[in-house]
Nanobody, 121 residues
Framework: VQLQASGGGSVQPGGSLRLSCAAS????????VGWFRQAPGKEREFVAA????????YYAVSVRGRFTVSRDNAKNTVYLQMNRLKPEDTAVYYC???????????????WGQGTQVTVSS
């Protein structure tokens, strides 16, 4: 499966962005999707994940209550709505997919390229 992340950009603290992860090449509705991020000099970290049907979601503590992950299987797309953004949210954001559902990068076999999110005043 091929994944394409988009929607990144620059925003002031307190602002919002919506990231999209578009999939092609495989039955997307059978795959869980996770969002991860990596800041310069830091390891890749888990942000959020959604199960294949969208019935289960899971968030990192640092984004809980601010970010929402959702999916539209008819459009082969998963979204990450990011509200009340903070400077520490600045990173390259990646989406990943796999039949398994989890928060570890090692769970996911398919990865998209990243999209940069910068939160700065």
């Amino acid at each position: 499966v091929q994944l394409q992340a988009s929607g990144g950009g620059s925003v002031q603290p307190g602002g919002s962005l919506r990231l999209s992860c578009a999939a092609s090449g495989r039955a997307f509705e059978n795959l869980a999707v996770g969002w991860f991020r990596q800041a310069p000099g830091k390891e890749r970290e888990f942000v959020a994940a959604v199960s294949w049907a969208g019935s289960s979601t899971y968030y990192a503590v640092s984004v809980r209550g601010r970010f929402t992950v959702s999916r539209d299987n008819a459009k082969n797309t998963v979204y990450l709505q990011m509200n009340r953004l903070k400077p520490e949210d600045t990173a390259v954001y990646y989406c990943a997919a796999d039949p398994r559902f989890g928060s570890s990068p090692s769970v996911y076999d398919y990865w998209g390229q990243g999209t940069q999110v910068t939160v700065s005043s």
